[in-house]
């Protein structure tokens, strides 16, 4: 009996510890239940913020666009709203519902709301648990300033070697801060007395610019173009007005006042000028944005250009205005010409001015950083792949005698020459990284616009013949101008005591066209608005008549007979041969671009006859008049880019005058010639981004060869990023080829900024660009390496 009691309590015993067992496992199960429910809460939570944040994002980012005036004033989509009316989304994690407050920031001055520049920007995204509040301040960009002296990376002279500016121009203005309480704070365009000077108040109402009531300003300004006003002075204290000073002008109350902005230290003024064209879709509104909402911009400082839109043009002609230098001419006709060198030569730009004066790019901002593109003659003519640019790049090469590089030669010059018709075209951001994609969009917009011929991305200038100095060149290229404005006129004339083939030109309306010329006869075409137009010639180097004559387009006159003085030196007919097929001996248009004797200074013309099969090639001949003394003379030639040349007789084209007197013409025998297609030869290899390269700088290399030629560039699958490799490829035709590899940005961003290293085996370039001379003869394989300095930029 006792043992079967303590069975009982044995048995007992069991059950409590069960009991007690099971109430820890569910205390345990529960705790491990509300953990995970707390984490699925969480997760929840995170991802409806997460959500939230991006619809607040979104919606200043469609506020961030870029807005015209319009835009940003009363019934814009930026007018001011203290209590919008509240979006609702069904988010992947919750229904949200969103508000966009506009609050428009206090300035002084400032009274109507279409004046104020500065908005408040607050987004509120909220859900049933939470909440999320984001909040920027906009500004409004005036795109429509046309004083744009930016100094976009070190600019200065000579000493500062990286500057393309190249001593060029400097910028005079003279402005001060200006801070609340002060006379004139807040309101652009006024004018303030400040210590007995007169300022003109800023567009951003913050700081003042001096200025000068315009009929006191001695030496005297005169009307120059776009409502400016400039003056020749000489600043550098030797023989020549080298300098000339370019004013804005600001008219108050009937008083002109001259805002001093740009010297030009070279002697003369290069204009550039073009169209803006937009083809960006206004989303929804069935046309394009206005090209108000762009900035023109020169890559250097002391340039200035106007941009001036109406209100929703889609399309507004600009002018950018550079320096040039007149170190080795021509004189000018006329000192109020400022596009013109002076009449008297100035003897000390060199010491200065670098030779040929400003070379650089001239483009777009607000572009790129809006996700959209601009379009080139690359990307509507041709179907290679190319870099994608908001810019187009001038400079000069010098080529030399034989056509290589010489030990001075070889950097890129100036340009030293005025353009026209270099428009550009904006269109939507093409997204696929593939550039026939961009090609495509836009050839299509392009159609839209008639007569459209977009000049290429790359303006190369070949500085050639005489002295190869780089002369300034008044002469407007015009090239890519399908039709000016006037009417066309032909005017033709004979030519008196003519030897070979001068150079015959006219001019009318700011541009200037050469002439046909022919044995005792010249012939001009030419488009204009004016009534007038001036004609004159170049013999042996020297201007007939000077000044040029004027002939009259209204009624049309005969042009006027060019006499050239008789000389008493002697005439010489220097002829050869140049062999290859009827394409590659035609000039111009075939394998030759230029065929000259080169005397001094002088440059002159030869003729190039009818084609033979017998055998295969062109006579030609050159006649021209040079002293007695001239024991010598050399025959320049020029390929175009696919065809090369060689002399058969002469290495070097140096053509012996012997002794022959008593002959009048005194006939030489020239050295002949062989003119062939040029092989072609691939130029590639790697791109690589050092484990240096900062990813947030998001590095565009490019590889940009001569003679508008295009590279094939391929970028690593994750992009241009630090530790990673691409390739490119190009094919060049044989001979000295000259290739410049790039990256943009050129330094690091933020804080410290560093310098960027192109390196190519032995070479390196910290300025941006590193620029190779090849001698293509066979397939080169050049490898490139970009690396961030420890050089600050500066």
């Not at 496992?25 to 913020?49: C, H, P, T, Y």
């Not at 700081?207 to 000068?212: C, D, L, W, Y």
């Not at 001019?507 to 050469?514: H, I, L, N, V």
């Amino acid at each position: 009996m006792k043992n079967l009691g303590l069975r009982k309590l044995n048995t007992g015993i069991g059950i409590i510890e069960v009991l007690i067992t099971t109430l820890v496992i569910a205390l345990g199960l529960l705790a491990v239940a509300r953990f995970q429910l707390g984490i699925v809460g969480e997760s929840r939570d995170n991802k409806a913020m997460v959500e939230a944040r991006s619809y607040c994002e979104s919606g200043i980012e469609d506020m961030r666009r870029v807005m015209s005036r319009g835009e940003f004033g009363v019934g814009g989509p930026l007018a001011e709203n203290l209590a919008p009316t509240a979006e609702t989304f069904s988010g992947k994690s919750a229904s949200f519902s969103r508000t966009l407050v506009v609050e428009n920031l206090p300035q002084p001055g400032v009274t109507s709301e279409d004046d104020v520049r500065q908005k408040r920007i607050t987004a509120t995204c909220s859900w049933e648990d939470g909440e999320v509040e984001l909040q920027t301040v906009m500004s409004l960009h005036d795109a429509t300033n046309s004083a744009l002296a930016t100094n976009l990376g070190g600019g200065g002279g000579p000493a500062l070697s990286p500057s393309l500016n190249a001593g060029s121009s400097d910028d005079i203005s003279e402005s001060v801060p200006l801070e609340a309480g002060d006379e004139g704070y807040g309101s652009p365009g006024q004018v303030v007395l400040i210590d007995d000077e007169y300022y003109i108040v800023e567009q951003s109402g913050l700081s003042a610019s001096k200025s000068q009531v315009c009929s006191g300003i001695s030496p005297v300004v005169l009307p120059f173009e776009s409502g400016l006003r400039a003056r020749r002075v000489d600043n550098d204290g030797y023989e020549g007005l080298e300098a000339i000073e370019l004013f804005e002008v600001v008219t108050r109350e009937g008083t002109d006042y001259c805002v001093p902005r740009v010297r030009f230290n070279g002697g003369v003024v290069v204009p550039i000028r073009g169209v803006v064209h937009s083809r960006i879709s206004d989303k929804g509104q069935g046309s394009y944005l206005p090209v108000e909402l762009f900035t023109l911009n020169v890559s250097e400082s002391g340039t200035y250009c106007v941009f001036e839109p109406d209100a929703d043009a889609t399309s507004a002609p600009y002018t950018c205005y550079v320096g040039g230098n007149c170190a080795h001419g021509p004189e000018g006709l006329d000192n109020d010409d400022f596009t013109q060198c002076p009449t008297t030569r100035p003897s000390n730009i060199l010491s200065k001015v670098g030779e040929g004066g400003w070379r650089g790019r001239v483009g777009l901002l607000n572009v790129a950083s809006e996700g959209y593109n601009v379009c080139f003659f690359e990307e509507v003519e041709t179907d290679t792949d190319s870099t994608r640019d908001t810019a187009r790049d001038y400079f000069s090469y010098n080529i030399g005698p034989d056509g290589a590089l010489g030990t001075t030669d070889d950097r890129h010059q100036g340009i030293n020459k005025p353009y026209a018709c270099h428009d550009l075209l904006i269109v939507d951001g093409v997204s696929n990284p593939n550039h026939s994609a961009l090609r495509k969009a836009c050839k299509a917009e392009a159609e839209t616009i008639g007569g459209l011929r977009l000049a290429s991305k790359r303006i190369r200038r070949d500085i050639t013949g005489g002295s190869y100095n780089n002369a300034y060149d008044p002469v407007v290229d015009v090239s890519n101008c399908t039709e000016l404005p006037g009417t066309e006129y032909t005017i033709s004339g004979s030519l008196v005591n003519q030897v070979g083939l001068p150079l015959v030109e006219v001019s009318a309306g700011g541009f200037t066209w050469e002439c046909d010329v022919s044995q005792g006869s010249y012939a001009c075409t030419f488009t204009t608005t004016d009534d007038t137009a001036q004609v004159s010639a170049v013999q042996s180097g020297v201007r007939y008549p000077d000044p040029p004559c004027t002939v009259g387009l209204d009624p049309l006159e005969s042009g006027c007979t060019i006499t050239f003085p008789e000389s008493s030196d002697p005439t010489y007919r220097v002829s050869g041969y140049v062999y290859g097929s009827s394409a590659a001996t035609d000039l111009p248009g075939g394998g030759l671009e230029a065929l000259d004797i080169l005397e001094g200074n002088t440059t002159v013309g030869c003729s190039v006859g009818e084609y033979s099969g017998d055998p295969d090639g062109r006579p030609y001949e050159c006649i021209f008049v040079t002293p007695e003394t001239t024991t010598s003379v050399t025959l320049y030639v020029d390929a175009a880019t696919d065809y090369t040349v060689n002399f058969v007789d002469a290495a070097n084209g140096i053509v012996d005058l012997g002794d022959y007197e008593g002959e009048n013409p005194r006939n030489v025998s020239g050295p002949d010639l062989t003119v062939a297609l040029a092989a072609n030869y691939e130029l590639s290899g790697t791109i690589t981004m050092a484990n240096s390269v900062v990813n947030k700088d998001k590095l565009e290399p490019s590889v940009n060869p001569l003679d508008s030629i295009v590279c094939d560039l391929i970028a690593p699958q994750q992009g241009w990023q630090g530790g990673r490799s691409g390739s490119y490829s190009c094919t060049l035709p044989e001979g000295q080829r000259t290739v410049t590899y790039a990256v943009s940005p050129k330094c690091s961003t933020g804080k410290n900024s560093m310098k960027y290293v192109i390196t190519q085996g032995g070479d390196e370039s910290d300025s941006g660009s590193l620029t190779l001379q090849l001698n293509m003869t066979s397939n080169q394989t050049r490898d490139i390496r970009v690396s961030l300095s420890d050089t600050p930029c500066s």
